[in-house]
Nanobody, 126 residues
Framework: QVQLVESGGGLVQPGGSLRLSCAASGYTFSRYTMGWFRQAPGKEREFVAAITWSGSTTSYTDFVKGRFTISRVNAKNTLYLQMNSLKPEDTGDYYC???????????????????WGQGTQVTVSS
């Protein structure tokens, strides 16, 4: 049974940092592209960042470039999202997802991802 379990969310002040983790099981983690998506209150889910199976290629939405870093440790079946300089606009539920595709051109399309976690909540507020 495939499982993606996010953790690391919480309440943080503007300018603060959080590191999200996504623990994967039930499939061959190292063969899948991984992505982070977020859903702000009252808005649609949107792409945040993605990383190829080897970690050699990453991509970010413009809004988080220079502030967020996606990484993975295949030996631990774990995906990470380091979030720095957080802004109130970063508030939302963050989801990790796994996709069996290899092209970075497919990163941003949610339909390309096969498995999804349940999400972890991030609140940026003073």
């Amino acid at each position: 049974q495939v499982q993606l379990v996010e953790s690391g969310g919480g309440l943080v002040q503007p300018g603060g940092s959080l590191r999200l983790s996504c623990a994967a099981s039930g499939y061959t983690f190292s063969r899948y592209t991984m992505g982070w998506f977020r859903q702000a209150p009252g808005k649609e889910r949107e792409f945040v960042a993605a990383i190829t199976w080897s970690g050699s290629t990453t991509s970010y939405t413009d809004f988080v470039k220079g502030r967020f870093t996606i990484s993975r440790v295949n030996a631990k079946n774990t995906l990470y999202l380091q979030m720095n300089s957080l802004k109130p606009e970063d508030t939302g539920d963050y989801y990790c997802a796994a996709g069996g595709f290899t092209s970075s051109l497919a990163f941003t399309n949610m339909a390309n991802y096969d498995y999804w976690g349940q999400g972890t909540q991030v609140t940026v507020s003073s």
